[in-house]
């Protein structure tokens, strides 16, 4: 009993430290710590037997486990998969939102497209009626109301002013309606022709709208209707629509200048 | 299907535990169907090649300990049938108790003392496993053990000592 790792024997014992080269060599050469260790170890062996002594039929519960298990499968433990079904369905899941995105960006880009060649093709009609064929419209031409009519539509009374072609100037603006929206219909002249240019202030709309114009092209887009060619764009939460009867590249430059005056 | 191969297979071991742990065998049923179910619900949570018996353990546990605690004080008498479970060949060393004497000295430990023993002794787990299992520091692990080890050869010895005792007056 004088041997001083005698008292370590037990810790040594169930840290698993007993199996080291160290503690071997001590064993074989130490009968007190060895005595010690099989004690230890007969008394936990003692207390297994005990245990295992009790008769414990596992069938019947293994069959109720089993039952039980297949009570509770849910739509996503496929039976006859053997991975794990969470990752499936996640991977349903992302599939899901990609295709969904997908569909939404297409609508999106489609819908803005279209919304925005019918409104081209509204503004061209506008023009040709109320400023080449001069239909009697009422128009404010006093500059003090044609800001007044910027601020409610635009939210900036400045916009006609700050807009306008290099070398021509203002000669009215009145509310008109272009593909169901009320737009600012602004005319200006350089002496011999006559350029409509057409403002609104995007709105929000509802959660399906705002989503869809995520998706909506908002660049430069020139086009030729009938005998104008119609820019449109939109930058800063405003839609432009320009009305010429320039080429397209001179009316891609004047929405561009338009654009960058926003 | 994999569950079956990986998990039930340890269902005779997890009773074992169970009834020392319950100290009545159809509330160690019921904590074994219990487990066995929330592990296959969670079985995308296991990693294969990780320890399955260890897994399960832990969450027979964690099911004993939040849906048994109400029962645990109550003084159940376990069905002492004579059943030998023991691995062919292994060594047996020779006691002078039965394994009722034993039995009933485990069963007089506290939970915590009676749960480390029969993981290590029974169940084969090393301290760092059980440390694992029952989420608690190796060194309490070990004292646990150690404790619980003096426990039960102490109440064994008192047991001796009254029968000796009452040999003697006869």
Redesign the interface.
Known sequence: MNCPSYERVTDAYLSGEIESSEWQSHLESCPNCTAKLRSESDFDLIIRHAVNEERLQTRQLEAHVRAAIRKSRTPWHFPLSHGPMLVKLRYGIAATVVLGTLVLATFGYAKGRMDRTAACVDAADDHQEEVISKAPRKWKSNLKDVESLSKRMVGDPSIPERIAPAGYHLIGARVCILHNKNYMHIDYSDGNNEISLFVRHLDSGNGLTRVLAWFASDGEMVERVETFSVGSTQKRDVALVLVSSSPIPDVQKLVEQAANRL | ????QLA?VH??AL??AA??LARD?SIA?DL??DA??RA??H???FQPGTNCKAWLFRIMLNCWTTRHQQIRQEAIQ?????????VPG????V?R?T??E??NS?DLLNEEYRTV??L???EGF???EIAEILAIP?GTV?SR??RA?NL??TDLAKREARYMKAKARI
């Open positions: 299907m994999q569950f079956e039930l269902v005779r009773l074992r009834v020392r065998v049923e074994v169907q066995m179910l296959w619900r079985f995308d949570r376990f069905f002492p049938e004579q059943y030998a479970d023991n292994e060594r047996r060393p006691t108790f394994a009722e034993i039995q485990i023993l029969i290590f002794a029974v090393s301290c760092k190796i070990m053990l150690s080890r039960v050869k």
